[in-house]
C-alpha cells in the first residue's frame, strides 16, 4: 500500500517535492520507482531507485532536474522536482516493486499509489 503526496500547481521554474508512504515492514526491501501521466498519453517512467538507494535510474527528460531518494526508516520515498516545465503537467505515480533491483518496466511494479496531480504554468 503506497500514497502520494505533494502534487500541486506551480509555475515554470519552480519546484515541487513529492512524498510516496508505504506501510509493511518489507517497504526497505523494495524497489520504487515513481512514473506519470499526462492527459491523452500513456504512464511513462520517471525515476526509480533500488531498495537500499544506492543506486538511481533517470528518464531523460527529467535529468538534472529531478532527485529520487529514500528514508527506509520513515518507509517513505521521495522525489524532488526542479525547473519544472509545462510539459512536466501529468499524474505522478509511486510505485513498489517485490524486487531490491529497480526496473524503468511498469509492468514489473507490483503496488501503486492513486497518484497525485502535478501542474506546471507557463
Known amino acids: 500500500h503506497v500514497v502520494e503526496t505533494g502534487g500541486g500547481l506551480v509555475q515554470a521554474g519552480g519546484s515541487l517535492r513529492l512524498s510516496c508512504a508505504a506501510s509493511?515492514?518489507?517497504?526497505?526491501?523494495?524497489?520504487m520507482g515513481w512514473f506519470r501521466q499526462a492527459p491523452g498519453n500513456e504512464r511513462e517512467f520517471v525515476a526509480t531507485i533500488t531498495w537500499s538507494g544506492g543506486y538511481t535510474l533517470y528518464a531523460d527528460p527529467v535529468k538534472g532536474r529531478f532527485t529520487i531518494w529514500r528514508d527506509n526508516a520513515k518507509n517513505t520515498m521521495y522525489l524532488q522536482m526542479n525547473s519544472l516545465k509545462p510539459s512536466d503537467t501529468a499524474v505522478y505515480y509511486c510505485?513498489?516493486?517485490?524486487?531490491?533491483?529497480?526496473?524503468?518496466?511498469?509492468?514489473?511494479?507490483?503496488?501503486w499509489g492513486q497518484g497525485t496531480q502535478v501542474t506546471v504554468s507557463s
Open positions: 509493511g515492514r518489507t517497504f526497505g526491501n523494495y524497489a
Open positions: 510505485a513498489a516493486r517485490r524486487s531490491r533491483l529497480n526496473s524503468m518496466y511498469e509492468r514489473e511494479y507490483d503496488y
